[in-house]
């Protein structure tokens, strides 16, 4: 079993299921039929519809649960994962990167993959264990590359397309789209601009900046949670620009 933990919204949720399904592939080319598990407890919603299952993501079991390790895990990955994590807990502070790295260590000799800082890890994992639980973020393109040609398929919705958005669609065919994401909403909030607001009115003028100067003829194509805020500050400059 691989047994995957999806939470947040739809992007992290990507992230998440594309580790365990990269997972899923290579156990398959080793001729092992692992099932998929992924436990969807953990969606947020932030005020619009969307998960996994509106894609073409392989067929997999659905659970909902605290955890599917401690569901489908063996009696001794249930007890390391548990003694482990509550002792870096206590020591992680002391030696942040360091204690990261064994703790993931660890437990990857059982089986139990972690991913909490994908921009200063490794990945450990022992493939001959019977049950695998990918358990953390996995939001580094790197720890995945080798399926993307299966990941670009199966991130393909369900659903055909929404006529009132014909407009978009017959632009993003035919022209040279970028798609220009601007969250604000919850990100404004004081709990979470500390560790989330990176992407401020100077990083999104830069970055049209940037396009425009190395791409031709661009069309932005803006998704806001606060479009008056995006059509009061950003200078999308000429060209074509849908909101």
């Not at 933990?5 to 992007?11: A, C, F, R």
């Not at 599917?68 to 482990?84: D, H, P, R, T, W």
């Not at 990945?123 to 990941?151: A, D, Q, R, T």
């Not at 199966?154 to 929404?162: L, Q, R």
């Amino acid at each position: 079993m691989i047994g995957c933990e999806i939470s947040g919204g739809l992007g992290n949720q990507f992230f998440r299921y594309a580790y365990a399904r990269c997972l899923h592939e290579r156990r398959r080319k080793q001729g092992m039929n692992d099932e998929l598990a992924i436990n969807y407890a953990a969606i947020e919603n932030h005020g619009f519809a969307g998960d996994l299952n509106d894609f073409r993501i392989t067929e997999h079991s659905k659970y909902n649960c605290r955890r599917v390790l401690l569901e489908k895990g063996s009696f001794l990955q249930i007890i390391v994962y548990a003694v482990v994590t509550r002792v870096f807990s206590v020591v992680g502070g002391l030696c942040k990167c360091s204690a990261l790295d064994l703790k993931c260590r660890i437990l990857g000799a059982f089986g139990i993959v972690i991913s909490e800082d994908p921009d200063n890890e490794r990945l450990y994992c022992n493939m001959k264990v019977p049950n695998l639980f990918p358990i953390g973020s996995f939001e580094n393109v790197n720890y995945f590359n080798e399926i993307k040609e299966i990941l670009s398929k199966e991130f393909t919705p369900v659903c055909d397309g929404i006529p009132a958005n014909k407009k978009l669609y017959d632009a993003i065919r035919s022209e040279n789209t970028v798609c220009l994401a601007v969250r604000r909403g919850d990100f404004m909030k004081e709990a979470n601009k500390k560790n989330f607001y990176v992407c401020d009115l100077t990083y999104f003028q830069k970055a049209v900046n940037y396009i425009r100067q190395n791409v031709e003829n661009p069309t932005f194509i803006v998704f806001s949670n606060d479009i008056a805020w995006v059509k009061a500050n950003l200078k999308i400059g000429g060209g074509k620009c849908l909101l």
